[in-house]
């Protein structure tokens, strides 16, 4: 929280005073300077490029069969000992985020996603490295050959004159890390839970998790953090998140396979948390099963 009031924002807490900031018209997502990004915006162009997405996730539901066997197969793969963040997380987030654009994503092109995040930084972008790595992606996916899916449908999408170019460039970038990035926090979150305190079920984890623990709004008063900790984890009103159902789906079938592997009994180690102010999750955190301890 003092972060936030180091750089002016005022911060939103308890559930109602949140949820009535959320739905409030008088404050927008729109920091102005006509970002494309779907997230910082508001209004009839918010709602266009809304509607294109929420097409696109639907095809990832009911989540396809050959999504559900690599995710379950990737799980099934782990070693005996194995970070829940790079071992688990990653590859099943990178899976989703995978079959949402309909292109391969490798370890570098994670590597940069990851980095992303600090060019969504709450505190005016001033991380170049992150901004480089945003650009980086974009600059890669509209060169990309697509197959069936999101990236495809983008296109199709500005070729029907729903998108301009500014929305074709970025929005790619900008769905790939809604999709990544707080699916990677909560997996490994809620890994970590399994592993050391039993069975729940993922709408409890993501809620007790709250991978994104704040969003942004601008307001007559200045910027304000509205907070997502008190049983609001996936937002509310115009900008909630339309991934929710997949990001549900993608959290069973990850963690019902990891609970069969940990069903041996492990140890869990090396646990250390990210720092960010926003999104919340494990750094890392070294999972030993019982039968790797030797
Ligand atoms: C546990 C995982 C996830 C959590 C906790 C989460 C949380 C959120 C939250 C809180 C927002 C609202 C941001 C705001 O109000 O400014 C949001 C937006 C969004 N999310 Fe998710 N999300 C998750 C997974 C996903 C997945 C898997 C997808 C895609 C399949 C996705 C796609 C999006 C998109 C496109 C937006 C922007 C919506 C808009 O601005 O209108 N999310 N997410």
Not at 87 to 114: I, N, Q
Not at 136 to 147: C, E, F, H, I, Y
Not at 238 to 247: D, E, F, W
């Amino acid at each position: 929280m003092d972060e936030f009031e180091r750089h002016g924002i005022g911060v939103v807490t308890g559930r109602d005073a949140c949820a009535r900031a959320l739905r409030s018209a008088e404050l927008t997502s729109d920091p102005g300077g006509g970002s494309p990004s779907v997230l910082l915006r508001d209004g009839e162009d918010h709602t266009r490029l809304r509607a294109v997405l929420r097409e696109i996730i639907a095809g990832l539901e009911p989540v396809p069969a050959d999504l559900r066997t690599s995710i379950e197969t990737t799980v099934t793969g782990l070693g005996t000992s194995f970070d829940l963040v790079r071992g688990f997380a990653r590859p099943v987030a990178g899976a989703v985020t995978s079959a949402l654009l309909g292109v391969p994503l490798d370890d570098v092109f994670l590597d940069h996603l990851e980095a992303t995040t600090a060019n969504l930084d709450v505190f005016g972008g001033v991380d170049r490295a992150g901004q480089a790595s945003a650009f980086r992606l974009a600059v890669q996916l509209s060169r990309t050959p697509a197959g069936p899916g999101g990236l495809t449908a983008l296109r199709e999408a500005h070729a029907a004159g729903r998108l301009d170019e500014d929305e074709l460039m970025f929005t790619p970038v900008v769905l790939a890390h809604a999709a990544y990035e707080n699916s990677l926090n909560f997996l490994a979150g809620a890994g970590l839970q399994l592993a050391t305190s039993g069975p729940r079920t993922v709408r409890e984890l993501v809620t007790a998790i709250c991978p994104a623990r704040y969003v942004l709004r601008f307001g007559p008063d200045g910027p304000v953090a509205i907070s997502l900790a008190d049983g609001l984890p996936f937002g509310l009103g115009r900008h909630a998140c339309p991934g929710s159902g997949v990001a549900v789906a993608e959290g069973e079938i990850a963690l019902a396979a990891l609970a069969k592997v940990l069903a041996v009994g492990c140890r869990v180690g090396e646990v250390r948390w990210k720092t960010h102010p926003v999104f919340h999750g494990p750094e890392r955190a070294v999972v030993t099963l019982a039968s790797g301890d030797g």
